[in-house]
């Protein structure tokens, strides 16, 4: 069972960059998804989360406030991935995003790390002039 994270990089502000999610092992659809990211110095925060639902219109979405208008979680189930588009960067979203999976989350939980079974490795994302 694994989590891998990739896509970071470095950009300028006001790029964009595509994080993937790959799970292999398991189903990735079969749990709900979050994007936590860290930069030094501060705690690990909850990005994105997605459940379990297939992207319809009952499918659950968080975003903390900073991001919102900006990021994207999706998955695609086929690949048994999931991505965060990330837009219109600025030099505060420069940290570590993690991916984690878990199931049996309840969606007041979705954002708090501790809910979750599976961490990928991280990805550094760098937004700078």
């Known amino acids: 069972v694994q989590l891998q994270a990739s896509g970071g990089g470095s950009v300028q502000p006001g790029g964009s960059l595509r994080l993937s999610c790959t799970a292999s092992g398991f189903t990735l659809g079969d749990y709900a998804v979050a994007w936590f990211r860290q930069a030094p110095g501060k705690e690990r925060e909850a990005v994105s989360c997605?459940?379990?639902?297939?992207?319809?219109?009952?499918?659950?979405?968080y975003y903390t406030d900073s991001v919102k208008g900006r990021f994207t979680i999706s998955r695609d189930n086929a690949n048994n991935m999931v991505y965060l588009q990330m837009n219109s960067l600025k030099p505060e979203d420069t940290a570590v995003y993690y991916c984690?999976?878990?199931?049996?989350?309840?969606?007041?939980?979705?954002?708090?790390?501790?809910?979750?079974?599976?961490w990928g490795q991280g990805t550094l994302v760098t937004v700078s002039s």
């Open positions: 984690a999976a878990g199931n049996g989350i309840i969606l007041s939980s979705l954002s708090r790390a501790d809910a979750y079974n599976y």
């Open positions: 997605i459940d379990t639902s297939d992207g319809d219109a009952n499918t659950y979405y």
